[in-house]
């Protein structure tokens, strides 16, 4: 998949590190796919782990009960939306659990939360992906 469908393959492994997070399988075809794009560079590299980490969130399960900030919450919001792949849908759940542990600063998190509800469909009793 990773080889055709770039856009799909960080969804695909961020699935499979939270399915089998010890697979040394997986492990090499991480190091393999975030070394493949340019640019190379350290800072680069691990932004792409970062987005890793960020996907395998949206499976659940991985999600500290630590708060988060307002924009950590956004930018795993559009990670959501942006990366949805029906295939390997993320779970609605941690969708929603990061936006209980968001610790903005006045009412950002609230307004954010409530907007992510009505988008996805949060609060319903079969939470959907988007669109």
Not at 8 to 21: D, F, G, R
Not at 67 to 82: G, K, M, Q, V, W
């Amino acid at each position: 998949m990773c080889r055709r469908r770039a856009r799909e393959c960080l969804v695909a492994l961020a699935w499979w590190q939270h399915e089998a997070p010890e697979s040394p399988r997986l492990q090499e075809m991480v190091a393999k796919v975030i070394r493949k794009e340019p640019p190379r560079t350290p800072a680069a590299l691990a932004a792409r782990r970062k987005m890793l980490a960020r996907a395998r969130s949206l499976f659940g399960g991985s999600l500290a009960d630590e708060p988060i900030s307002f924009e950590e919450a956004s930018l795993l919001t559009s990670l959501y939306e942006e990366r949805y792949y029906a295939a390997l849908p993320f779970d609605p759940e941690a969708l929603q659990s990061l936006w209980s542990r968001c610790a903005g600063p006045g009412t950002r998190c609230e307004s954010g939360r409530r907007e992510s509800e009505k988008r996805f469909g949060l609060n319903r009793p079969q939470a959907r992906g988007p669109g």
